[in-house]
């Protein structure tokens, strides 16, 4: 389980529009009376064939889509791949650097940098190491026999992040937002989805064959037998998941903070689920919490029974295979390649993997965080950008003001509820004013695994410590400065912007207002307006999970959610297939897309006020629509866009575009869009909110 933050998508798409408010002549033809040089828009990209008010996202993009094919090594490729890859070159370089500093003093940042690197692409020795550094844990999984064993093992995985059924994580209370308290979570499964295990269709037949094929890989590359074959082995680990997967929450299930905030207190915790030791479980991550929140407790009654139910020999089956598979990245070829084969081609479509230096890059960002963050924000963060970014951010809560003020469907008293709530949201960019330390975290000249596990293993500390503290630490990130994303985090009540996102085409430090806004503008305004969407809205101005809301407003609020849902399950790009975007799943994200276009063009129009140039023959509405789609301009391979569609909260780029420009006026009048075209919806079903 992981912090529940808003994230901006990793997997994005894009789509633009067409002519002029006032004609149907193409952008890309019309006569500029600005400088010839535009660093951020190239209206020769623009399509010739598709018009503006058919498929905007293709009209901006097609021309760039066929000119940026997919990298053999990627499933989808789009601007935030472009800044990834960047992002990952400069941590690489600083690793490199830490390589070089031979006399680093044990425990520096630099020694802990180089030797993990080092071990990262040290193949002979991660060749000759196999399995070996995990036999510990794969021997503690098959003696362990006794309900209490059974949940110390559980516990000493979990420490390393190796997927078990039970997940855990410490964070703010969401009903006490003046306290950390433990949560613990359904988990388990191998699949990225619950659905990936019933679904009848031909393909996801074939991907649930793929993956018992793969099961079986892994024990025939291990020699992992216990003394049955490996395709019985594959029967067993598909049996407990098979039973997982049925017990668990449906992701839209997941998406109710109150279905999944359940108060216990250990001892009854202990009452009702009675076939695990939960003491055991406590003791080895030496935390002794006297309250915890149970998120489904429907699943932990199902998996009581389990343990008792299923024999021995299928559950050390099953958290062998979890123990391979949830370290495959960091062992040997064989199993990397096999891992690889599943993963990355049957169920992302990728050609070829990544070259090893990425790959690392990419842990290392995840396991040593603030070691590298530093070293990135001395070269790659600019304090004008900073300056100009929190100027956007006021101009953009102030518009967001604005509307809440004058909004007829909202009573005075839940104006007034969230108006305190916008004031108080916190905001974060750049990188943190306090940086992690690593000075417990082990790391040395050991095998790669080694190192990965003993990583996880501070970092699970470090977030238990919490518990023990009397106050909650506001400073902290949930991401690094080198992340190429966003988040909003509700039990904080703050949005947070890392230095990797200040960038082109997000972000240009010396572009005019309109793309600025069009981009880092909608990206600020989608997290604002993630504390108000149908999650959000859920938790105060404090962060605490509490209803604010009059009775007939919710009602109105709900009403308004309505026309989200039916608009965005009519999408698909494989009506084939009967696979159509969940307009539950992606509410949230398609609430928050919508209303940070519209606070966001609110404020462009304060900031540009009556001296609205052209540039490149483009209005600063033209300019800002068209940068919207350009930011979510993406190339997906279709079993990447399958696994988005079936799994992820935010519906695929070319709807976020589509879906939100079809439901505004402005976008109608700045493209001469009309009743009939594709890309206007009509009064009557339009999304709408704030």
């Excluded at 992992?224 to 839209?252: C, H, K, T, W």
Aim: glycine share 6%; net charge neutral; hydrophobic share 35%.
């Amino acid at each position: 389980m992981h912090l529940k933050y808003f994230f901006l998508p990793v997997i994005l798409s894009a789509a633009v529009c067409n002519s002029h408010a006032a004609s149907n002549t193409s952008v890309a033809n019309s006569k500029s009376s600005a400088p010839a040089k535009d660093v951020a828009i190239k209206t020769a990209e623009f399509s010739s064939t598709i018009k503006a008010s058919e498929d905007f996202y293709e009209y901006v993009n097609q021309k760039w889509s066929k000119a940026n094919p997919i990298p053999s090594d990627k499933s989808n490729y789009g601007m935030f791949d472009v800044l990834n890859e960047q992002s990952k070159i400069t941590v690489k370089k600083i690793l490199e650097n830490a390589t070089r500093q031979k006399t680093a003093a044990k425990g520096s940042n630099l020694q802990i940098l180089g030797d993990f690197y080092r071990s990262a692409m040290d193949t002979v020795m991660i060749e000759k190491a196999g399995i070996k550094p995990l036999l510990p844990f794969l021997n503690a999984v098959q003696d362990a026999a006794t309900s209490k064993d059974i949940a110390k093992t559980m516990a000493v995985l979990q420490l390393r992040n190796i997927n078990t059924p039970i997940g855990y994580y410490v964070d703010v209370d969401a009903k006490n937002s003046s306290r950390y308290i433990m949560y613990i979570g359904q988990g388990g499964l191998g699949l990225p989805d619950k659905d990936f295990y019933f679904r009848t269709d031909e393909k996801s037949k074939k991907t649930l064959e793929g993956y018992k094929k793969y099961i079986t890989n892994i024990f025939q590359i291990t020699s992992l037998n216990n003394g049955i074959s490996a395709e019985r082995q594959a029967d067993n680990v598909m049996e407990v998941e098979m039973a997982i997967a049925n017990a668990s929450f449906s992701r839209v299930e997941l998406r109710d903070p109150e279905k999944n905030y359940n108060l216990y207190t250990i001892e009854k915790l202990k009452a009702e689920y009675t076939n695990f030791d939960w003491d055991a479980f406590f003791g080895e991550m030496k935390a002794t919490p006297k309250e915890v929140v149970v998120g489904q407790p429907s699943f932990f009654k199902a998996l009581d029974s389990l343990l008792a139910a299923i024999p021995h020999d299928k559950w050390v089956s099953y958290q062998q295979f979890h123990i391979i598979n949830s370290n495959a990245r960091y062992l040997n070829n064989s199993i990397v390649n096999t891992r690889f084969n599943f993963f990355g081609k049957m169920l992302s479509g990728a050609k070829t993997m990544e070259a090893r230096w990425k790959r690392v890059s990419g842990v290392s960002e995840d396991l040593l965080r603030d070691l590298i963050g530093q070293e990135y924000v001395k070269t790659k963060f600019s304090s004008v950008a900073k300056k100009r970014a929190l100027d956007l951010v006021e101009n953009i809560r102030a518009s967001l003001a604005e509307r809440l003020k004058s909004l007829t469907w909202m009573g005075d008293a839940t104006k007034a509820k969230a108006l305190e709530k916008l004031e108080k949201i916190d905001v974060k960019i750049g990188y943190p004013d306090k940086w992690w330390t690593y000075e417990n975290t082990d790391v040395s000249n050991q095998p790669y695994v080694s190192n990965v596990l003993n990583c996880s293993y501070a970092e699970n500390l470090r977030t238990l410590a919490r518990l023990g503290k009397d106050k909650i630490d506001r400073t902290e990130w949930g991401m690094a400065p080198q992340t190429v994303n966003a988040y909003y985090n509700p039990l904080i009540n703050e949005i947070v912007f890392p230095a990797a996102i200040l960038q082109p085409p997000f972000f240009y430090e010396n572009g005019d207002d309109a793309v600025n806004y069009g981009g880092i503008g909608m990206v600020i305004g989608h997290e604002i307006t993630h504390g108000f969407d149908d999650q959000g809205s859920q938790y105060d101005a404090e962060g605490n999970l509490k209803n604010w809301w009059t009775e007939e407003d919710k009602k109105n609020y709900e009403g308004y959610t309505d026309k989200f849902v039916k608009q965005y399950n009519k999408y698909s790009p494989f009506p084939e297939d009967s696979i159509y975007v969940n307009g539950e799943l992606t509410l949230g994200e398609n609430i928050a897309d919508l209303g940070g276009m519209i606070i966001s063009l609110n404020a462009l129009k304060k900031a540009v006020g009556k001296d609205a140039k052209l540039i490149s023959g483009l209005t600063p509405e033209q300019r800002f629509f068209i940068n919207y789609a350009i930011i979510w301009r993406t190339n997906m391979r279709p079993e990447s866009m399958r696994m988005q569609i079936l799994s992820n909260e935010h519906s695929p780029a070319k709807y976020r575009v589509n879906g939100v420009l079809s439901n505004l006026p402005d976008f109608h009048n700045a493209f001469n869009v009309k009743t009939g075209d594709i890309m206007y919806n009509k009064e009557e079903e339009r999304a709408k909110m704030w």
